[in-house]
């Protein structure tokens, strides 16, 4: 079993800068793939970025260009650089963990971009 914590949410100011960090702990297969994902308020969750163990990465339309996606594999953390935000960001952010047959979640943390 996997455990993820995640830090580093908080209110920031339009065009502003946040870093979230999430911690993985556990059964860490050794291919997997780590990512983030938001829920805003009466919507879904959506994928914001991805990471595989290899690097590769994925970004939504709407952070291209603005958040970058990276892992630490030795410390098995996952990063979002979160820049240029906006009031629409605004979300419950969850790292994600993905081992081929089954999610991870974390707890989330909250983001509130303010306009």
């Known amino acids: 079993q996997v455990q993820l914590v995640e830090s580093g949410g908080g209110l920031v100011q339009a065009g502003g800068s946040l870093r979230l960090s999430c911690l993985a702990s556990?059964?860490?297969?050794?291919?997997?793939?780590m990512g983030w994902h938001r829920q805003a308020p009466g919507k879904q969750r959506d994928v914001v970025a991805t990471?595989?163990?290899?690097?590769?990465?994925y970004y939504a339309d709407s952070v291209k260009g603005r958040f970058a996606i990276s892992r630490d594999s030795a410390k098995n953390t996952v990063y979002l650089q979160m820049n240029s935000l906006k009031p629409e960001d605004t979300a419950v952010y969850y790292c994600?963990?993905?081992?081929?047959?089954?999610?991870?979640w974390g707890q989330g943390t909250q983001v509130t971009v303010s306009s």
């Open positions: 994600s963990y993905w081992n081929g047959f089954a999610f991870t």
């Open positions: 990471i595989t163990m290899r690097g590769t990465t």
């Open positions: 556990g059964s860490i297969f050794s291919v997997n793939t």
